[in-house]
Nanobody
């Protein structure tokens, strides 16, 4: 089992950058596929990006491709999401998620979730 805690959210202006972090505790973080999801008010939770357990493969939603970068440091049990050129459409609560299986953009397949961190982008 793994416990996940997000940090780094806040209020930024359109065009700014922000880096989110996800700290994991528990056993064998390196065995987990990890992902970032977000949920805006009155919208369903949506996939942002995911990264394989070794960090060699990463995947992005269309909205994130070219602007966001996911990474992980298994030695430090952390995962990050670097967001650049942000827009008001990026305003949401961001969640990190993990699973032992090879998963992709489907939130229902991730077993472990953090509590979320709010990101607000003002235009």
């Amino acid at each position: 089992q793994v416990q996940l805690v997000e940090s780094g959210g806040g209020l930024v202006q359109a065009g700014d950058s922000l880096r989110l972090s996800c700290a994991a505790s528990g056993r064998t973080f390196s065995a987990y596929t990890m992902g970032w999801f977000r949920q805006a008010p009155e919208r369903e939770r949506e996939y942002v990006a995911s990264i394989s357990w070794k960090g060699t493969n990463s995947y992005y939603a269309y909205s994130a491709k070219g602007r966001f970068s996911i990474s992980r440091d298994n030695a430090k049990n952390t995962m990050s999401l670097q967001m650049t050129n942000m827009t008001s459409e990026d305003t949401a609560v961001y969640y990190c998620a993990g699973d032992l299986s090879t998963v992709g953009p489907y939130a229902s397949l991730y077993d472990y979730w953090g509590q979320g961190t709010q990101v607000t982008v003002s235009s």
